[in-house]
């Protein structure tokens, strides 16, 4: 299944992202919490947006390689999920407002699409 392998990439992202969260708060010597560290935060938050967006992603992806939908397609949608996801955290933590907004439209795009991809090679086509 080609969406395993944007699931393992997005999976890997998550722990990186995790790391980053482990290495600030030992830096801060912050054991719960953020201790009001705008760097601790943004660790925090970049992991957290991770953990809330790829999820959905994901199983809008295996779902649309289901439903046998072109391979193009889940490779696109593929793409776009952990290009925006990298994005936006990147941009979290440097505090980069052109990549932030880049990567969370880049996130939409790709449910929006999926879901409608879904919609169209999977929902739909029991109607029809």
């Not at 393992?8 to 482990?22: H, P």
Request: proline share 2%; glycine share 8%.
């Amino acid at each position: 299944m080609i969406s395993s392998i944007y699931a393992a990439l997005a999976a890997l992202w998550i722990v990186w992202l995790s790391l980053g969260v482990i290495k600030v708060r030992r830096a801060k010597q912050v054991r719960l919490g953020d201790g009001n560290e705008p760097e601790l935060q943004a660790a925090i938050r970049a992991q957290g947006n991770a953990t809330e967006y790829i999820p959905i992603s994901l199983i809008l992806l295996v779902l649309l390689e289901l439903s046998k939908s072109p391979i193009a397609l889940v490779h696109v949608g593929g793409c776009l999920i952990i290009a925006g996801r990298i994005l936006h955290a990147k941009a979290l933590r440097t505090d980069n407002l052109r990549y932030r907004v880049l990567g969370m439209q880049l996130t939409f795009f790709a449910i929006i699409g999926l879901a409608i991809a879904n919609l169209v090679y999977g929902g739909l086509t029991v109607f029809l």
